[in-house]
């Protein structure tokens, strides 16, 4: 009982760049980044399918939460000052590597992901890893993802019912791929005790 709330402890601070770290973000990375190709086949398939609809803007919103997992998941896992941004966007680099459609774009996407999922764990300055920090990354991610794809995705021309939607949509996403996908991650490397490794 006592090494376990011990572990509990340790785990609940923010630790170094170690090379166990980087290799750890690395790997992450390559898993995700596959991840993120992928879904560039689905994204393309659901676009086909909900354009008839009229619901095509919300292939992009329904799958953010894979494409931005990356960034919740380092960061949690490594916590690491830094780690959730390169998780996400060398995962990013991982898909462009692979071919995926968006091509050299999907850097951009990275940086935009990487800074979003970052800045959750920045505003609870390190110092705790629980739902509140991943929760704070999840609602970070979604909403500077949200201003680029006003920007970049013409989502400013779209009318206020429909925005809410997407928005409504993303952080749901984002909030299963990037919040209890990342939770069931740990607590599975926590039994399987890979943190002590």
């Known amino acids: 009982m006592d090494n376990k709330t011990q572990g509990d402890t340790n785990r609940n601070h923010q630790s170094k760049w170690t090379l166990r770290n980087i290799i750890l973000i690395a790997l992450i990375a390559i898993f995700t980044g596959i991840i ?8 393309t398939a659901l676009t086909v399918a909900l354009t008839p609809i009229g619901g095509a803007p919300f292939a992009n919103d329904l799958l953010m939460g894979l494409w931005c997992m990356a960034g919740p998941l380092t960061g949690f896992v490594v916590r690491t000052f830094g780690s959730a941004f390169a998780g996400e966007f060398l ?34 300055g390190y110092k705790r890893y629980d739902w509140v920090s991943l929760n704070a990354s ?53 039994r399987s005790n890979a943190f002590s490794l």
Request: no cysteine; glycine share 16%; hydrophobic share 55%.
């Open 36 to 43: 993120f190709w992928g879904a560039g086949f689905l994204y």
């Open 91 to 124: 995962g990013a680099a991982v898909e462009v590597f692979l071919g995926g459609q968006w091509g050299a774009g999907a850097f951009i996407s990275g940086i935009v992901q990487g800074i979003g999922s970052e800045l959750g764990f920045t505003f609870t």
């Open 138 to 190: 999840i609602f970070t991610t979604v909403v500077v993802t949200f201003a680029w794809d006003m920007i970049k995705n013409g989502y400013n021309k779209f009318g206020i019912p429909l925005l809410i939607a997407l928005f409504i949509t993303r952080y749901i996403s984002t909030f299963i791929f990037g919040g209890v996908l990342t939770k069931m991650i740990v607590k599975l490397l926590d």
